[in-house]
């Protein structure tokens, strides 16, 4: 069974950074796609970055391009996103998913919470 | 980027009816391998997003099959032929052909 399980969330003042990771379990790490996907308390979904196993295939939304870089530990089956110059519009629930059966995301893990507050 | 509209955002339903949701979206789906690049999520009240339905019509591993899917090109449906208690939650579309990845804005599923 495929697992992902996030950690890295707080609170954080803007301007600030902060890392968050995501350790995955039951997959070919090397061989998988692995998303970043974020959601404001009470709202919708909004992808934000995606990377390979190996770290050096990455993608970003526009709104993130350039503050977040994603990076992978292949050996540990690690995720990062390295969250810089965060913004108060950066608050949400961030969570790690896997690409899967023709580009859904499976599964997802249960998230962890970042706020960007003063 | 391609949008995605999903239709109605309420939805309120009685256990045992049928209920369907709808999703377009900006340009096609259809890929040139003649899938259809459209999924659907689960979001239950306090967790996580969980796979529904993949490529428009195939019910995830462990999906009961009173739900199904169908559609192609730039319009979908999800349709639960008999609803139950634990199907509420904010169902969402996504499209899977091209990046950015985007959703639509959730379908809120509540019982009457």
């Known amino acids: 069974e495929v697992q992902l399980v996030e950690s890295g969330g707080g609170l954080v003042q803007p301007g600030g950074s902060l890392r968050l990771s995501c350790v995955a379990s039951?997959?070919?790490?090397?061989?998988?796609?692995l998303h970043w996907v974020r959601q404001v308390p009470g709202k919708g979904l909004v992808w934000v970055a995606h990377?390979?196993?190996?770290?050096?295939?990455?993608y970003y939304a526009d709104s993130v391009r350039g503050r977040f870089t994603v990076s992978t530990d292949s050996g540990k089956n690690m995720v990062y996103l390295q969250m810089n110059s965060l913004r108060v519009e950066d608050t949400a629930m961030y969570y790690c998913?896997?690409?899967?059966?023709?580009?859904?995301?499976?599964?997802w893990g249960q998230g962890t919470l970042v706020i960007v507050s003063s | 980027e391609i949008v995605m509209t999903q239709s109605p955002l309420s939805l309120p339903v009685t256990p045992g009816e049928p209920a369907s949701m709808s999703c377009r979206s900006s340009?096609?789906?259809?890929?040139?391998?003649?899938?259809?690049?459209l999924h659907w999520y689960l979001q239950k009240p306090g967790h996580s997003p969980q796979l529904l339905i993949y490529?428009?019509?195939n019910r995830a591993s462990g999906v009961p099959d009173r739900f199904s899917g169908s559609g192609s090109g730039t319009y979908f449906t999800l349709r639960i032929s008999r609803v139950e208690a634990e199907d509420v939650g904010v169902y969402y579309c996504?499209?899977?052909?091209?990046?950015?990845?985007?959703f639509g804005q959730g379908t809120r599923v509540e019982i009457k």
């Open positions: 490529l428009g019509s």
């Open positions: 340009q096609s789906l259809l890929h040139s391998d003649g899938k259809n690049y």
């Open positions: 039951g997959l070919t790490f090397r061989s998988s796609w």
């Open positions: 996504m499209q899977g052909l091209q990046g950015p990845w985007t």
């Open positions: 998913a896997r690409d899967s059966l023709d580009r859904s995301f499976d599964p």
């Open positions: 990377t390979n196993g190996d770290g050096n295939s990455t």
